[in-house]
């Protein structure tokens, strides 16, 4: 029996597994000796990347995304490979998918997207002074990509066109960030 802060796991068995997930069923005592089960979806870790030019433009990949069955305005992301540091993830994404290199990058964080039943920590990045460079998309990958201004995208956050979870906190600290970095 293993101990999980206030739980003791009684068994563990693993439900499906692939390349970037995999999803586990928990048999468990909770703290007041009842029994419980819990379900947990194991995401490979991810970086999200902000790049925002001088003029305050901010790049937007559009992309269909299968799970929520749309096309999705969101911030350059992806997974974080095995060996790889998470700011090292977030080096290649830009790369990738932007065609960008940055000169200036800020660590603003890890965001948990949803604490209840899924671990995936994605690490998020500020990117600044941007240099252009030959981007190469991941086989299969579609995107078309837009750039508005900060502001825009902050709106965007809060009328709820943009809903990738990391994408707004990233947003929403980044704005922070340089507002407090403008003041000093």
Known sequence: MRRVGPYSVLESRGIYTNPWLSVREDQLLRP???RGVFGVVEMKAGATVLAIDDDNQVLLPREFKYAVERETLELIS???????SPLGAAQRELREEGGLEAND???LGVVDPFTTAIRSPNHI?????????????????????VRVPLQEALRMVMSSEITHAASCTLLLKAERYLRELASD
Do not use: C, K, P
């Open 32 to 34: 007041d000796g009842s």
């Open 78 to 84: 992806g997974g974080i490979e095995h060996g790889e």
């Open 105 to 107: 990058w800020v660590d």
């Open 125 to 145: 990045f500020l990117a600044r002074r941007l240099t252009q460079v030959q981007g190469r998309l991941d086989e299969g990958e579609i995107l078309d990509t």
